[in-house]
T-cell receptor, first 107, second 116 residues
């Protein structure tokens, strides 16, 4: 299983883009990168996933480096409701959460 | 309907009690999961059911007993728990666990369990 490394915490001003990095240098060629977030005391929420191309949905964008060893989740216009723990995961068949990044969006 | 529901939201039980946590989804998902989450820690996988059969047991103590009566329901039976079992218990579902690919999971809001 590929291991992921994320900064423990980040701050972002409301309305600005939040860029959350993740290192997954041991990722295999066919493993996807998934992002989830967990708002305090709620269940985790799926955000986005990708293999090698950049991906965008209504919640976020995912930028994966060409060598696939790292990725960045981008919340284009962060709001206070985006304050949460963000998990970057490279699952084979099951989900193992790492420590994640606590993103705090500041007013 | 893309919702996973869990009942109860909160549960307080003594160490000699028997209780059950319930989870339900109506998305036609064939894989269902139980996770345990302690405060300020990430969720930890406990059990996985695939097509109503227990597929993964992450060496969970026998005082936790999962049950999947049908493809929409998942129970977690609790008996003789310890205070250190107090945690948020999360249920999730996904389309399936087929092949070697991972399918994104939908999580319920969790049951906050306190063992006295």
């Amino acid at each position: 299983d590929a291991k992921t490394t994320q900064p423990p915490s980040m701050d972002c001003a409301e309305g600005r883009a939040a860029n959350l990095p993740c290192n997954h240098s041991t990722i295999s060629g066919n493993e996807y990168v998934y992002w989830y977030r967990q708002i305090h005391s709620q269940g985790p929420q799926y955000i986005i996933h990708g293999l090698k191309n950049n991906e965008t949905n209504e919640m976020a964008s995912l930028i994966i480096t060409e060598d696939r060893k790292s990725s960045t989740l981008i919340l284009p216009h962060a709001t206070l409701r985006d304050t949460a723990v963000y998990y970057c995961i490279v699952p084979p068949r099951q989900l193992t959460f790492g420590s994640g990044t606590q993103l705090t969006v500041l007013p | 309907d893309t919702e996973v529901t869990q009942t109860p939201k909160h549960l307080v039980m003594g160490m000699t009690n028997k209780k059950s946590l319930k989870c339900e989804q109506h998305m036609g998902h064939r894989a269902m999961y139980w996770y345990k989450q302690k405060a300020k820690k990430p969720p930890e996988l406990m059990f996985v059911y695939s097509y109503e059969k227990l597929s993964i047991n992450e060496s969970v103590p026998s005082r936790f007993s999962p049950e999947c009566p049908n493809s929409s329901l998942l129970n977690l039976h609790l008996h003789a728990l310890q205070p250190e079992d107090s945690a948020l218990y999360l249920c999730a579902s996904s389309q399936d666990m087929g092949g070697s690919s991972y399918n994104e999971q939908f999580f319920g809001p969790g049951t906050r369990l306190t063992v006295l």
